[in-house]
Antibody, heavy 115, light 108 residues
Framework: QVQLVESGGGLVKPGGSLRLSCAASGFTFSDYYMNWIRQAPGKGLEWVSYISTTSSFTNYADSVKGRFTISRDNAKNSLYLQMNSLRAEDTAVYYC????????WGQGTLVTVSS | EIVLTQSPGTLSLSPGERATLSCRASQSVSSNSLAWYQQKPGQAPRLLIYGASSRATGIPGRFSGSGSETDFTLTITSLEPEDFAVYFCQQYGRSPHTFGQGTKLDIK
């Protein structure tokens, strides 16, 4: 069955960096666009970024453009999100999702940006 | 960016009743690339509807989507206890792939 397992979240100070990972299994990873979507505590959903199957195309929400970088390793069935210059407003649960639209979601990993 | 506005913010109904949720877009959504998700407390969202009106795998027939261009509707006929949750719409036709702010469906 399809599984998406995020890791790498935690507590980081403003201005710091964090790298999220998503391990995919149960499907041919290289066949699907992948996304990062986040949800601040008690708030709605915010699309963050997506990446095409061969990494040839990526796109970002304006709120993270220039600070976050999405990447993937099809040989390792893994998706990544490098997050730099983190701000308090980046505090959220970050979900790894498959496809457009997001047919499968991981359980999420919590990122807390606080001093 | 396409702004999605969901209404109402909260909908209070009883089991067995019919729920109608609205999602209005600030611009036409290309190719009806509009999805609906359900989220329960402490869980990740679940895809219900894609392409405005196609049910995702395993979604019960009481869930249906309709609409086009800028006006979309999610209808749940005869509410079951497990349907009380928060519902989000998302357009994925044009980047950024924006979400609506959500409609909370709670038990009256």
């Amino acid at each position: 069955q399809v599984q998406l397992v995020e890791s790498g979240g935690g507590l980081v100070k403003p201005g710091g960096s964090l790298r999220l990972s998503c391990a995919a299994s149960g499907f041919t990873f290289s066949d699907y666009y992948m996304n990062w979507i986040r949800q601040a505590p008690g708030k709605g959903l915010e699309w963050v970024s997506y990446i095409s199957t061969t990494s040839s195309f990526t796109n970002y929400a304006d709120s993270v453009k220039g600070r976050f970088t999405i990447s993937r390793d099809n040989a390792k069935n893994s998706l990544y999100l490098q997050m730099n210059s983190l701000r308090a407003e980046d505090t959220a649960v970050y979900y790894c999702t498959r496809g457009l639209p997001s047919g499968y979601w991981g359980q999420g990993t919590l990122v807390t940006v606080s001093s | 960016e396409i702004v999605l506005t969901q209404s109402p913010g909260t909908l209070s109904l009883s089991p067995g009743e019919r729920a109608t949720l609205s999602c209005r877009a600030s611009q036409s959504v290309s190719s009806n690339s509009l999805a609906w998700y359900q989220q329960k407390p402490g869980q990740a969202p679940r895809l219900l509807i894609y392409g405005a009106s196609s049910r995702a795998t395993g979604i019960p027939g009481r869930f249906s989507g309709s609409g086009s261009e800028t006006d979309f509707t999610l209808t749940i006929t005869s509410l079951e206890p497990e349907d009380f949750a928060v519902y989000f719409c998302q357009q994925y036709g044009r980047s950024p792939h924006t979400f609506g702010q959500g409609t909370k469906l709670d038990i009256k």
